[in-house]
DNA sequence: AGAGGTACCTGGCAGC
DNA sequence: TGCTGCCAGGTACCTC
């Protein structure tokens, strides 16, 4: 589920229950995770949340004295569960792994049946933190540009699909929306990355912000329940131009869609429109 | 330094 | 119905 626009989506869905509020209890079912939660993620009960944020796909909650980062891996959720999970009508659902009971009767639960995600704890300033201190920029910030990647990119030989995913040159780009950025950019994904000209990466920089910000807002229509479901995949396929569509016409030339695997990811193209 | 592959984990689905 | 194999939205880390 989660690629950058489902994250921005969660963090709206989960902020107006944990802004401002109290971390009464924590609890933790499965430890095990991407990394394992820490003991001390019990430093921040009876902490206020202060502040809550993005940065590429990880959600951090402020307290005082620490940071709560959260990273939904692949099939990770958060929701909000009413009533508060110490009580015995709450149902606990499996990979239910770590619940967050907050003032206003309210629990958050993180849900992540594949376990690729975390729940990390931090007393320093999370952006210090090791997983986020070599972060590239925000795709949506000013600092991201053509430019940018046209000279992160020189020499590179890496597939243009792979260095765009990779999160120390941008953020939050995931394998769903790089297929759909380049082929609105025309550029096919297998390219060198150092190939690729700064008048394509203009127009790639471009896509990657649109497609973006078409997502976000798109799953801002089912903002209002996402919390309270398990997410809604599928919500933005119509306006999927090449990603799942192998064998199906090109929505702009009518030719087939082709897959293709580069970097052990399934890839989406249009060999008429890309190049 | 850079490129490429591996690992983590469960569930759903197609095919037999 | 049940088994097997393959695929899945992420990404740090290991090896070459």
Redesign the pocket.
């Known amino acids: ?3 950058l626009p ?1 994250v921005e989506t969660t963090l709206r869905g989960i902020t107006p229950y944990l802004l401002n509020k109290k971390i009464k209890a924590i609890t933790v079912r499965q430890p ?1 995770l ?1 990394w394992l939660v820490p003991d001390d993620i019990h430093a921040a009960e009876n902490q206020k949340i202060l502040r809550l944020e993005r940065r ?3 959600i951090i909650a402020s307290t005082g004295i620490g940071s709560i980062i959260m ?1 939904l ?3 990770g959720s958060l929701r909000i569960a009413d009533p508060k999970f110490a009580d015995p009508k709450y149902e606990i659902r ?2 239910d792994h770590v619940m967050f009971e907050l003032s206003g009767s309210k629990s958050m639960i993180y849900h992540d ?4 995600g975390s729940i990390l704890w931090t007393r320093e300033p999370a952006e210090q933190h ?2 986020l201190a070599a972060l590239g920029p925000e795709p949506l910030s000013d600092e991201f540009t053509g430019n940018y990647l046209f000279q992160q990119s020189r ?5 243009v699909k ?1 260095f765009i ?1 990779n ?2 040159v941008v ?2 780009v ?3 929306y790089a297929s759909e950025a380049l082929f609105r950019a025309g550029i096919r994904p297998g390219k060198a990355a ?1 190939r690729v000209t700064a008048a394509a990466y203009g127009l790639l920089a471009t896509e990657i912000k649109s497609v973006l910000t078409a997502a976000i807002k798109s799953g801002g229509t089912t903002l209002r329940d996402f919390v309270n479901s398990e ?1 809604e ?2 919500y933005f396929q119509q306006t999927l131009n090449v990603y799942g569509r192998e064998g199906e016409p090109c929505r702009q030339c009518g030719r087939i869609i082709k897959q293709r695997t580069i ?4 890839t989406f193209f249009c060999s008429h429109c890309q190049s």
């Open positions: 589920m989660p690629e489902e095990q991407r590429g796909k990880y990273h891996g692949m099939s499996k990979h049946p594949r376990r690729f090791p997983l020499k590179k030989k890496v597939a792979n995913m999160s120390h953020v939050g995931g394998n769903i150092g997410g995949p599928g970097g052990q990811r399934s």
